[in-house]
């Protein structure tokens, strides 16, 4: 596609619910990230794929978090037995390359409200 | 790891000004890129500008420029003539230029807001 599209924009879930959040990155970008901004906050690094793979998971804050990627383009982040502190915006990017100074083109997030 | 500072939680200039937004970060690697986002209230974040540390020269974008200083990590944004336009959260952010690709490290972010 023309830019990255994420959905849905807005999610609103119970305490203890499970969430799914996808990620449509530019066509032909190898490189897909996941980020989550809190209110008043800078974005932080969640995860981030190499084609299929995960390769850096570092950022997944506990176990309930987990994404997947499984063609290579397409990604979704899964969040399991939702809390009140994972409400934020949770950004996708994607670049053309996993190394270089490609800035990262980035979606319009989707915003998490765990009540 | 790698640690970037806005110590500008809000900023405002009035139209057709000039305002700088600083940004400070904390690395022992010598080879980088440091990048100026800009999050309007759609939420999406659009790169500005973006900075190479390995060029001595400050880059320009219209009417973004930066001023690079890499002994002091510094590395602030100079927006001129601004626009109503220009009003928007600024992030600045970094990565490492090394083998194994570390993602984006962002700052907390400055609100700008411009005045008519």
């Not at chain 1, 530019?26 to 084609?51: C, D, K, M, V």
Request: with cysteine; proline share 4%; charged share 20%.
């Amino acid at each position: 596609g023309a830019g990255v599209s994420q959905t849905p924009s807005n999610k609103v879930t119970e305490k203890g619910k499970y969430v799914e959040l996808r990620c449509d990155p530019i066509s032909g970008h190898t490189a897909l990230y996941w980020y989550r901004q809190s209110l008043g906050q800078g974005p932080e690094f969640l995860i981030y794929f190499q084609g299929t793979g995960a390769a850096d998971d570092s950022g997944l804050p506990n176990d309930r978090f987990f994404a997947v990627r499984p063609e290579g383009s397409v990604s979704t982040l899964k969040i399991q037995r939702t809390e009140r502190g994972d409400s934020a915006v949770y950004l996708c990017a994607s670049s053309l390359r996993a190394a270089g100074w490609d800035g990262y083109t980035f979606g319009s997030g989707t915003r998490l409200t765990v009540v | 790891a790698q640690t970037v500072t806005q110590s500008q939680p809000e900023m405002s200039v009035q139209e057709a000004e000039t305002v700088t937004l600083s940004c400070t970060y904390d690395t022992s690697e010598s080879d980088y890129y440091l990048f100026w986002y800009k999050q309007p209230p759609s939420r999406q974040m659009i790169l500005v500008i973006r900075q190479e540390a390995y060029k001595q020269q400050n880059a320009t974008e219209n009417r973004f420029s930066v001023n690079f200083q890499k002994a002091a990590k510094s590395f602030s944004l100079k927006i001129s003539d601004s626009q109503l336009g220009d009003a928007a959260m600024y992030f600045c952010a970094y990565r490492s230029a090394y083998p194994g690709n570390t993602p984006l490290v962002f700052g907390k972010g400055t609100r700008l807001s411009v005045i008519a």
